[in-house]
RNA sequence: GCCCCCAUCGUCUAGUGGCCUAGGAUUCUGCGUUCUCAGCGCAGCGACCGGGGUUCGAAUCCCCGUGGGGGUACCA
């Protein structure tokens, strides 16, 4: 049974780069018909935000994310391997950490920090990596005594083996080799009884029984202290995925600057959910078929790990746009009308359904993103310059036909402004242009029955008049 | 400092020694279609970081540079 995780710090809301690697682990697991778990990770209190984790669940759930274990929206645990947040597993972190000491996988370090900083700032002059010199894994039994004595607090180091290379087997990166000598002995337990991160990720995985680790590379380098973990657990090692990092248009990692990086902002938005997920997917990764709209239903279906590649990538609005578009037209009228709802601007545009529903359909392949629907709905209605034409022939032919149309249909309409064109002779842009711009100040917009249709007999009755008279 | 990773059009990518005078997508530009806009169709601009090897042959393999990134914490 595949087993993944997604494990963000509740530090607000998911930001793309996070958001992505939410998406390839579901994808991934929903293909393997696995199991996806959430995980808090909030050992920093520093970095909490309160509310995060409440707002993390909620972008999952808008990407159309969904996990077995974990954290639910009420805030209650899901699942059998729980609890679901770092800060209340200390138990298991020591429970653990003492089996290592037990077999002399550990050992106390009573270094200060002091101590800890003079070593590596010289081992940093004499041009050596900068590991801890492992001055406690050789202390004498009556050296530790004294350090006991003074009451120096002491943290649970790892007793890294030497002369060792350390594989890393990564489906993205290949196999990663490094030097046990060039790491040395890291801290598994702070003196305060709080796990380390390298430790903690580890004894979740373990105890979660996390068979895929996918996350961002960033993290590629620390995986050999974990791989080494898994080795004195005497456990096997999950598969590890790492994904490139996401960088903002100047190659920097993403930040503020870089305008939208929370996936909140793109819901406020209005991008379409499906989109979101299908560009993010496509960072890093190609369909075998080179096909790039794709339903997550498709995506499922296509993705694997070992297409993802291993360069960085640069996030690109435009393009997520484009896909946001194509995701639009895709929505049945139905799903248009509901999605675009809670977007428009109801003190500028109180329609009917029945119009906008007429509005929205005229106007589906502008969308971008739904809250562009009141731009839409505007070039229906006046704005712009004020009522006048610069074709008063053109606009008392269309009155004339207008107010005898039989009924104010798209069909009746559309014959009958055609009708007045042909009594002034004209047609195509001569008869449009000028009708367009008296009724909406504007020279662009949506088919120009839908417009009549919007409006209305009487506003577009009156929109004309004033036109015609503002002409003499 | 030391260790690790990366490098194809602006961007996302295809490409695993000959199919590559490097393909697609996006952006941008032009043309066509349409009452206009959007869309759609067509066309165009645009890339293998540099230098050495290996090979009959290299975007693809090796080495060295250069540039970027990550790690090196009692941060995650």
Redesign the pocket.
């Known amino acids: 049974m595949v087993r993944t995780r997604f494990a963000p710090?509740p530090t607000g809301s998911l930001h793309v780069g996070n958001a992505r690697q939410a998406v390839l682990n579901w994808l991934f697991t929903e293909k393997e018909g696995g199991q996806f778990i959430l995980r808090i990770?909030d050992?920093?209190a520093a970095?909490n935000v309160p509310g995060s984790e409440q707002q993390i669940v909620e972008d999952l759930s808008w990407l159309g994310l969904d996990w077995e274990e974990g954290p639910t929206a009420e805030g209650i645990d899901r699942g059998a391997y729980g609890p679901y947040r770092q800060t209340q597993r200390n138990e298991l972190y020591r429970e653990y950490a003492l089996r290592l000491l037990a077999s002399g996988k550990l050992y106390h370090?009573?270094?200060?920090?002091a101590e800890?900083d003079a070593s590596?700032d010289a081992?940093?002059a004499r041009?050596?990596?900068?590991?801890?010199p492992g001055t406690c894994r050789a202390a004498t039994p009556e050296q530790i005594g004294r350090w006991e004595a003074e009451g120096r607090?002491?943290?649970l180091r790892f007793r890294m083996p030497l002369g060792q290379t350390i594989t890393v087997h990564d489906i993205v990166?290949?196999d990663?080799?490094?030097?046990s000598d060039?790491i040395?002995d890291?801290?598994v337990l702070?003196?305060?009884g709080?796990p380390?991160?390298?430790f903690a990720v580890v004894v979740d995985d373990l105890q979660m029984e996390i068979t895929h680790v996918i996350r961002g590379?960033?993290?590629?380098?620390?995986t050999p202290r974990q791989v080494v973990l898994y080795q004195a657990f005497e456990a096997p090692e999950p598969t590890f995925a790492h994904v490139?990092?996401v960088l903002g248009e100047d190659?920097?990692?993403l930040s503020k600057r870089h305008g939208a990086q929370a996936l909140a902002d793109y819901r406020r938005q209005g991008y379409h959910p499906e989109a979101l997920v299908n560009y993010l997917s496509?960072?890093?990764?190609?369909s075998p078929t080179?096909e790039?709209v794709l339903t997550q239903a498709q995506l499922v279906e296509q993705i694997s790990l070992d297409?993802i590649?291993?360069?960085?990538?640069?996030f690109?609005p435009?393009?997520l746009a484009?896909l946001s578009?194509k995701h639009i037209e895709r929505l049945s009228l139905d799903e248009l009308l509901k999605a675009v709802k809670p977007f428009v601007d109801r003190d500028r545009f109180d329609l009917t359904d029945d119009l906008m529903h007429v509005a929205v359909a005229a106007t589906r392949?502008?969308l971008t993103k739904f809250s562009e629907i009141n731009d839409q709905l505007a070039a229906f209605f006046p704005g712009g310059t004020p009522a006048r034409t610069a074709a008063p022939d053109v606009v008392r032919a269309a009155i004339a036909a207008l107010e005898r149309i039989p009924e104010w249909s798209e069909s009746a309409l559309a014959e009958a402004i055609k009708a007045a064109g042909k009594a002034v002779n004209a047609k195509?842009?001569t008869?449009?242009?000028p009708l367009?711009m008296a009724l909406t100040g504007r020279?662009?917009?949506?088919?120009?029955?839908a417009v009549l249709l919007v409006q209305g007999r009487q506003r577009v009755l009156d929109g004309l008049r004033a036109a015609e008279q503002g002409a003499q």
């Open positions: 710090s990770e050992t920093d970095r370090c009573y270094c200060t920090q800890l590596r081992a940093i041009g050596e990596p900068a590991r801890y607090p002491a943290a990166y290949g990663v080799n490094v030097q060039g040395g890291f801290i702070r003196s305060d709080q380390t991160y390298n590379v960033g993290h590629l380098s620390n490139p990092m190659r920097q990692k496509l960072l890093g990764w190609s080179g790039e297409r590649r291993n360069a960085d990538v640069v690109d435009a393009k484009w578009g392949t502008h195509g842009r008869l449009y242009e367009r020279e662009h917009g949506p088919p120009f029955t």
